[in-house]
């Protein structure tokens, strides 16, 4: 079976210091995994995609996350948060065809 | 390209009612898919369509709900009778037919049942 585990539902940083969002995974196949950004009042957004192709994936707006199979992780990072991060981060797992599977998301707090 | 819409954006209706929202997705993309989203969780997956063809439906999707995608195009997510669990924000994405899985959402549709 595939889930999806975001490890804090509340991440609270001061902006400019590090960004950490914790996502594990459990698949049967090898899996596609993404992180999705949803501002208030505003559509999901594509943030990146991890399809295989290198363990370190670069995204928009200055995120990475970096595939780790040994430790079924998917983690988010940024080196440097600004206010306009502020939004609710969903870690998904895709395992072909239709199945798509979010976690429950991880609130970010950004404080001046 | 522009992007996939969902209409209305807010409804608030009665128990026992019914409700329609409709989703026009990206022009190219020959797959779509409904989530239901309540507060404080991540979207879970109600239905998916590839062209006009509904290939899958979730536990979640009562007798009450159906949805529909006329000639491959936009769709429709109809609940009848409603109920104050069905209170949730009905999001819609669409996708091409490759198999990485990226897909593109719209606004969603906030639904109220009082």
């Known amino acids: 079976a595939q889930s999806v585990t975001q490890l804090d539902s509340h991440v609270s940083v001061s902006e400019g210091t590090p960004v950490l969002l914790r996502c594990n995974y459990s698949s049967s196949y090898s899996p596609s995994l993404f992180w999705y950004v949803q501002h208030p009042n505003k559509g999901l957004q594509l943030l990146l995609k991890?399809?295989?192709?290198?363990?370190l994936v670069k995204g928009i707006n200055g995120f990475e996350a970096e595939f780790k199979k040994s430790e079924t992780s998917f983690h988010l990072t940024k080196p440097s948060a600004h206010m306009s991060d502020a939004a609710e981060y969903f870690c998904v797992v895709h395992t072909g065809g239709f199945k798509t599977i979010f976690g429950a998301g991880t609130r970010l707090f950004v404080k001046a | 390209d522009t992007g996939v819409s969902q209409d209305p954006r807010h409804k608030i209706t009665k128990r026992g009612q019914n409700v329609t929202f409709r989703c026009d997705p990206i022009?190219?993309?020959?797959?779509l898919y409904w989530y239901r989203q309540t507060l404080g969780q991540g979207p879970e997956f109600l239905t998916y369509?590839?062209?006009?063809?509904?290939?899958?439906k979730s536990r979640l999707l009562s007798d009450r709900f159906s949805a529909e995608r006329p000639k491959g195009s936009f769709s429709t997510l109809e609940i009848q009778r409603t109920e104050q669990g069905d209170s949730a924000m009905y999001l819609c994405a669409s996708s091409l037919g490759t198999t990485d899985g990226k897909q593109y959402f719209g606004p969603g549709t906030r639904l109220t049942v009082t």
């Open positions: 991890y399809t295989s192709a290198a363990t």
């Open positions: 022009s190219e993309h020959n797959r």
């Open positions: 369509f590839q062209n006009e063809a509904q290939l899958e």
